[in-house]
């Protein structure tokens, strides 16, 4: 749907963005992680033509993505509502600035009022609002359009954790009708409802992180005793190569290629050695996207 490819950005003479290539297919929702100041925003800021980007190309269904700014619904970091406008003033003023007509909006405004949960509070002015409802009000002006893409830049960071937790039910319900891109600094916000996430630092693409990047490094075991074996060293094998204890009778054994579970049991059970639990290690999206950053 979306394809990125070799994006240059440099702001007052700095580059800001590095040969920057992913792309999103119809209906995922992609998670774009990175530290403070990696570039995210610039990032969002050229995929929905607010900035230009000085190389690369941006394309949408193939063909430039400034042709569809109509398809992308933008949830910024700060939304420019006014305080002393309601909710349903609000939707209609901005929507009237993005250029829809004003039968549309009279027609489509309490529907996407109710879509985000603000059905009562169409009245209500934007500064008798929560953190959080002021956030669904900033998605309901994104989706006003009925858009095929959503970017939302730092939906909840800013929130507590009721707000959160209404934005994020809100963005799972929508995900599934609309292809998402979130960008946020912080994994718990997107792990629960992106289907993979890109990783940017320093305006690059590090890495991506998806489920089989979790599952398929089949190279670490862990293992629960019921005895404590007398030294880790018992643990080793033609198979395992290293052993960390994580506990006293829990142990991480790493192999110096992928390991085979059956064969590690078998080992453990010539070895008459009294195993708890045994499974491969899955690493959790922190420990990965932390490796993907760190400077070491
Ligand atoms: N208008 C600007 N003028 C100068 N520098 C800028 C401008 N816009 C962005 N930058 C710089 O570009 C870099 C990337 O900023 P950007 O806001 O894209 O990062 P980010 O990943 O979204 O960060 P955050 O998570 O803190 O929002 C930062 O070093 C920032 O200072």
């Known amino acids: 749907m979306i394809t990125v490819e070799k994006l240059h950005k440099t702001i007052k003479k700095r580059k800001i963005l590095s040969d920057v290539t992913f792309s999103i297919a119809e209906g995922e929702c992609v998670g774009l992680l990175g530290p403070n100041g990696a570039g995210k925003t610039t990032l969002i800021k050229c995929m929905t033509g607010i900035l230009q980007h000085e190389q690369g190309a941006i394309t949408f269904n193939s063909t430039p993505i400034v042709q569809h700014k109509k398809s992308i619904g933008y949830l910024s970091q700060q939304t420019d509502f006014k305080p002393w406008m309601t909710c349903e003033e609000s939707l209609f003023f901005f929507g009237k600035l993005s250029g829809l007509d004003k039968e549309f909006l009279q027609g ?10 603000l059905e009562e509070k169409g009245h209500y002015k934007v500064e008798q609002l929560s953190g959080g409802m ?4 900033g998605i309901a002006q994104a989706i006003l359009h009925q858009p095929l893409l959503l ?11 009721i707000g959160r937790n209404e934005v994020k039910k809100l963005i799972a319900r929508l995900k599934k009708r609309t292809t998402v891109i979130i960008s946020t600094h912080i994994l718990d916000d997107a792990s629960e409802f992106c289907d993979r996430f890109i990783i940017i630092k320093n305006g690059r693409i590090v890495g991506n992180i998806n489920d089989d ?4 490094e089949r190279k670490q075991i862990l293992v629960k005793m019921g005895n404590v074996p007398k030294t880790s060293e018992a643990l080793k094998s033609s198979e395992v190569e290293g052993v960390e204890c994580l506990s006293p009778n829990t ?17 453990f059970a010539a070895k008459e050695m009294d195993i708890t639990s045994i499974e491969f290690y899955e690493r959790g999206i922190e420990e990965i996207f932390l490796e993907m950053v760190s400077d070491t």
Not at 134 to 137: E, F, H, M, P, S
Not at 152 to 160: G, K, N, Q, T, Y
Not at 213 to 216: D, L, N, R, Y
């Open 151 to 161: 970017i939302l830049d730092e939906p909840v960071s800013a929130l507590d954790p």
């Open 213 to 216: 990047f979790q599952k398929t």
């Open 251 to 267: 142990f991480l054994l790493t192999g110096a290629k992928e390991l085979h579970l059956n064969k590690v049991v078998n080992d």
């Open 134 to 137: 002021k956030q669904r009000l």
């Open 108 to 117: 489509n405004i309490s529907a996407v009022l109710k879509e985000v949960g």
